[in-house]
């Protein structure tokens, strides 16, 4: 049906509403959206989002530490749940000049 009335209304019947958003060469790279703003949740306070952090698989925490720039796609790709979850509050404090203790990412709460 729909095929009829595209012909008789003189369109083309293929659709190619998102071919212009798809990558165009090999090199693009299409990241998933991360699933929370660690800035945002660090306002509810640092224990919050190591808490946050901790709930999350290694994929997710590498999509918010690519997505923030927190990490190169290198150091990424290879780092544990543990290392990405370090370097993501680091990014995080980095800007206000506070540090972190290793403790304050090692011990459970």
């Known amino acids: 049906m729909w095929m009829e009335y595209a012909m008789a209304d003189g369109r083309d019947s293929h659709f190619d509403?998102?071919?212009?958003?798809a990558p165009s060469g090999l090199g693009d790279v299409v990241r998933p959206k991360p699933?929370?703003?660690p800035f945002e949740v660090y306002q509810?306070?640092?224990?919050i989002l190591l808490e946050?952090?901790?709930?999350?698989s290694r994929d997710r925490l590498r999509d918010i530490a690519l997505a923030?720039?927190?990490?190169?796609?290198?150091?990424?790709?290879v780092a544990s749940r543990e290392e990405l979850t370090a370097i993501?509050?680091?990014?995080v404090l980095r800007p206000s000049g506070s540090e972190l203790a290793p403790d304050d990412l090692t011990s459970p709460r």
Do not use: K
């Open 17 to 21: 509403g998102l071919a212009a958003r």
């Open 35 to 37: 699933v929370l703003n």
């Open 44 to 47: 509810q306070g640092q224990g």
């Open 52 to 56: 946050e952090l901790r709930a999350l």
């Open 68 to 77: 923030y720039e927190f990490a190169s796609q290198a150091g990424a790709d």
């Open 88 to 91: 993501i509050v680091g990014g």
